[in-house]
Antibody, heavy 116, light 108 residues
């Protein structure tokens, strides 16, 4: 079974760029769609965007101007960059795999706090 | 965006009860609906997709139904491990994917 693990800084300053990486194990990243999803503390889920292994992307329009998702097939990893962060971007960030358009496997999540 | 509204937002029930959670979409989504279970501090877990198809390994006490804009998740006989928060998610053709606000299922 494919496993996913998020990594990256847990604290980011306002106006800076949040950067996270998702490492895929137990399977190849060279298929399927790979998404980032976030959940503010005590709140619901928000899809951020996905990347196909070929590099094509699709982003949530609410975040599109600030989001970049990239893939490194040689490392079996994909990454998220979110620029110009504010306190509203404080959330648990999950990476996930989708074979269709729903999310079959999720990483454990990583909390990113935006604070000076 | 397609808005997803779940009801109720919270629910108290007892072990053995039959429970139903509803998800309503702001437009028809042609059964492009998934249900997830999330326990505190854990990632969501896929339960059903295509409105009624059970994900591999998910107990058969979970079932889904619906059409058009209205969908339901039913747990036929609640088990202690089922107390969690449940989310619906639509994946109809128009992005972005959107989730319901969640239904917290608590022990009575």
């Amino acid at each position: 079974q494919v496993q996913l693990q998020e990594s990256g800084p847990g604290l980011v300053k306002p106006s800076e760029t949040l950067s996270l990486t998702c490492t895929v194990s137990g399977g190849s990243i060279s298929s399927y769609y790979w998404s980032w999803i976030r959940q503010p503390p005590g709140k619901g889920l928000e899809w951020i965007g996905y990347i196909y292994y070929s590099g094509s992307t699709n982003y949530n329009p609410s975040l599109k101007s600030r989001v970049t998702i990239s893939v490194d097939t040689s490392k079996n990893q994909f990454s998220l960059k979110l620029s110009s962060v504010t306190a509203a971007d404080t959330a648990v960030y999950y990476c996930a795999i989708s074979h269709g358009d729903y999310f079959q496997n999720w990483g454990q999540g990583t909390l990113v706090t935006v604070s000076s | 965006d397609i808005q997803m509204t779940q009801s109720p937002s919270s629910l108290s029930a007892s072990v053995g009860d039959r429970v139903t959670i509803t998800c309503r979409a702001s437009q028809g989504i042609s059964n492009s609906l998934a249900w997830y279970q999330q326990k505190p501090g854990k990632a969501p877990k896929l339960l059903l997709y295509a409105a009624s198809r059970l994900e591999s390994g998910v107990p058969s006490r979970f079932s889904g139904s619906g059409s058009g804009t209205d969908y339901t998740l039913t747990i036929s006989s609640l088990q202690p491990e089922d107390f969690a928060t449940y989310y619906c998610q639509q994946y109809y053709s128009t992005l972005p994917y959107t989730f319901g606000q969640g239904t917290k299922l608590e022990i009575k």
